[in-house]
């Protein structure tokens, strides 16, 4: 297992599809920036899972700009590293690039938890 610590980082691609475009810009396709976002957080947690254990981490903040388009057929690399660990909260650089074209970027926070008691001692009955 990987100690938790500053600097683990994850990159991975995702080639652009109408499966991560906005549906309203049709016939267009390009990458949509809720897609970008959901993929700049699985970078964030696979920088830090394996450190983790049985525990994991759940999105708190995302802070990001959408600065370009990636078009259909384009592959975007999606990066994350960890900046800052303060008790369970963790803060991370995030990154989406299209080659040297950086297409968006910003920072990103996640809490880890423990799977098995999340949420229970919050959902309450109606």
Known sequence: MTELQRGLHHSHTVTVTNAYSPSHLAPT???STPSM???MERAAT???QDALGHRTTVGTHV???HEAAAR???TVTFEATLTAIDGRRLEFDVM???GDRVIG???HQRTIIDREGFGRDRIRPS
């Open 29 to 31: 396709v390009v990458l």
């Open 37 to 39: 976002i959901g993929f």
């Open 46 to 48: 696979l920088a830090v």
């Open 63 to 65: 802070n990001v700009s």
């Open 72 to 74: 259909d057929g384009e």
């Open 96 to 98: 989406a690039r299209v």
């Open 105 to 107: 970027r910003g920072s």
